[in-house]
């Protein structure tokens, strides 16, 4: 089995950006509700943003951790491995520090700028993981002598 690389990793890339956009809106203009549940806050009718939010957490965790692995394969670029892994591992955090900033009641500055963190991180690992994919891909220009290796 064989994964496209180019379209996994930026679907990755796309969700990080509904992310950003949703996190944005919800620092803003959320609601949050009266629980330290996670299963409660997902429930909560008021504002179906922080539902999505979550719940795109919860694809981005698990697509970054099935490229991540596959990046371990043979047919992967050797360099791609470790930025996929990176990624995988920064929405892992910013996922964590969300659900601890669920359970703190929506009032933990410290988890919700380790949320955005772990996001940033994972942008950056996904953004060089693109650029590895391109380079490496069929057609593409090979490596000079001032590419590093």
Excluded: C, K
Excluded at 3 to 30: E, H
Excluded at 85 to 107: C, H, N, Q, V
Aim: no cysteine; proline share 6%.
């Amino acid at each position: 089995m064989t994964i496209r690389f180019p379209l996994w990793i930026s679907a990755i890339g796309g969700l990080l950006g509904v992310q950003l956009v949703l996190g944005i809106w919800l620092n803003l203009y959320g609601t949050y509700p009266a629980t330290d549940n996670v299963v409660r806050a997902v429930m909560y009718r008021g504002d179906p943003e922080l539902s999505a939010h979550l719940g795109i957490a919860v694809v981005l965790v698990v697509l970054a951790f099935v490229v991540a692995v596959s990046a371990f394969g043979a047919e992967a670029p050797p360099r791609l491995r470790w930025y996929t892994l990176g990624t995988f591992l920064a929405i892992l955090g910013a996922y964590e520090a969300g659900i601890l900033l669920i359970e703190s009641g929506f009032s933990s500055a410290l988890d919700s700028l380790l949320m955005a963190a772990g996001f940033v991180v994972g942008v950056v690992f996904n953004v060089a993981s693109q650029i590895i994919v391109r380079r490496a891909a069929p057609g593409a220009a090979p490596p000079t002598a001032s590419d590093p290796a």
